[in-house]
């Protein structure tokens, strides 16, 4: 028994992937040859797993602007948002998001993950209560972890689950924060908020929804579910990511309530960390004015994964419940999901390999891009078929057999 | 409910979570003994709630090893 003892078994699932030749765990990407296009394995593939809903890593207009600011303030601030970290352009940037959603204030941290993490933590406190959907990502579980709140998980998406163990909490339910996602990571599936504003509201809790998946991909100005359901006033705190459809990294919180300026300086994620580089800021400040208006490209995004999504599932491949830019085809096994993900990179698709325990699933998660071309699309759909028959193919073999 | 009610119960929840079949008492250690990942721990939980119609803080699970203790726990709960 040794430190490293309790980490076999994870190795041997790294072992049995890069047995297969080229591993899916954190794959080089050789040459970025665009939004879509990266030399993977010595040849070039259409990404179409990148979360880059918007494409918008290689905006000219954004790279420019982080350039300027990379020669203006150089390559980082050394210093956290509390001491030496806050320059005007992350202030700006703080007021361009609460413009964005229409709310008082922003607070920006230096990636999605410690949004989640200071915001959620440092909210619900000992004496209070967190409820999170089952299909929470790691940030949000991680939060939960280092809050020292109770917390407790309703059934993935069951408004229902979520008002049972609200009512159950009788009065204390005041004191309680409900986390759920505008769109979920693994599946593609919508959370149903107007069931969960009701749920929430109708026991005084309070209602936080983390838009890492939704922003720049739903809502007229792109703020996500809350904005497209017409909620966007019924919501307590958003969070989100830079690091989707804006295409740089980084994340924030918003809120109506003015209260959440008393928050900032206590979120342990926000204080002892580096604040965001100045090129990092400036990149994603232009990269939000482009999300904000870019209706056009919401339009080809979700063109792209409403064609997409049916062509899966026409091919008889199980496919997420709903179209979404993430389009997750479930498999049975962990064999079945690798040898399905080197057909597809051999193909020249690369796509995202989802495989226990990362998840309690197997996926092929696929996410498309307002920056997909038509003929992207039908290249992918033609891997994917070449998938669906071989796994046709294995089926009928063990019929037989 | 008396605690050994509770722990046949468990037991019952428990089996169909076995990659495996295992035999499974209230002294058994449900992570070094059956096994059990924490995703499936999770799922056990859900079923738990639902059996008991409680709320299971996670923050409790760090004292469960054994059935005996998860049975303990929510007979708790029920009080």
């Known amino acids: ?401 | 409910m008396e605690q050994t009610e509770i722990e046949q119960q468990l037991i019952e929840l428990i089996k169909p979570l076995l990659d495996k079949p295992t035999p499974v008492t209230a002294d058994t250690d449900l992570v070094h003994e059956v096994g059990l990942p924490s995703l499936k721990v999770m799922e056990l939980i859900v079923e738990v709630e639902d059996t008991y119609d409680i709320s299971y803080p996670l923050n409790q699970l760090q004292d469960v090893r054994t059935v005996k203790d998860l049975a303990q726990s929510v007979q708790q709960l029920m009080s």
């Not at chain 1, 109770?150 to 979520?162: C, E, I, Q, Y």
């Not at chain 1, 993430?326 to 690369?350: C, D, F, K, N, P």
């Open chain 1, 1 to 401: 028994m040794s430190l490293f003892t309790k980490f076999e078994g994870l190795a041997a699932v790294g072992a049995e992937l890069a047995r297969s030749g080229t591993s899916p765990v954190g794959v080089p990407m050789r040459r970025i040859i665009s939004p879509t296009r990266a030399e993977v394995d010595g040849r070039e593939v259409i990404l179409a797993g990148t979360n880059n809903y918007l494409g918008l890593t290689m905006d000219r207009d954004s790279i420019d602007a982080g350039h300027a600011a990379l020669e203006s303030e150089g390559t980082g601030t050394t210093g956290s948002r509390m001491a030496n970290g806050t320059y005007d352009s992350h202030l700006a940037l703080e007021r361009e998001i609460a413009d964005l959603y229409g709310m008082p204030q922003a607070i920006v941290f230096t990636t999605g993950y410690q949004a989640n993490l200071g915001t959620i933590a440092t909210l619900a406190g000992p004496d209070d209560i967190l409820i999170i959907d089952a299909d929470s990502h790691a940030s949000i579980y991680d939060a939960a972890k280092l809050s020292s709140a109770r917390v407790f998980r309703f059934r993935h998406n069951d408004a229902d689950n979520l008002a049972k163990r609200l009512g159950r909490l009788g009065d204390e339910a005041k004191q309680c924060l409900v986390v759920v996602e505008g769109i979920y990571s693994m599946l593609g599936d919508q959370a149903p908020l107007a069931e969960m504003v009701a749920a929430t509201k109708e026991n005084g809790a309070s209602l936080l929804v983390d838009e890492a998946h939704s922003l720049g991909v739903m809502g007229q100005r792109g703020c996500g579910l809350a904005e497209e359901m017409g909620l966007l006033d019924q919501i307590d705190f958003i969070t989100g990511t830079f690091s989707k459809s804006v295409g740089t990294v980084g994340g924030f919180c918003v809120s109506p309530h003015a209260e959440l300026a008393w928050v900032r300086n206590a979120m342990r994620a926000y204080i002892f960390t580096a604040s965001a580089s100045p090129a990092n800021i400036a990149s994603s400040r232009v990269a939000l004015r482009k999300l904000r208006d870019g209706t056009d490209l919401r339009e080809r995004l979700w063109t792209n994964a409403r064609r997409l999504h049916k062509a899966l599932s026409d091919m008889g491949l199980q496919v997420g419940p709903q179209a979404s830019p993430i389009v997750a085809v479930m498999l049975e096994s962990r064999e079945q999901t690798l040898t399905s993900w080197h057909t597809l990179l051999e193909q020249g698709v690369y796509v995202n390999l989802v495989v226990p325990p990362a998840a309690n699933l197997n996926l092929l998660r696929c996410s498309v891009s307002a920056a997909h071309t038509p003929e992207d699309i039908d290249n992918i759909i033609a891997a994917y078929q070449v998938v669906a028959n071989q796994l046709s193919a294995v089926k009928d073999a063990e019929t037989v057999g």
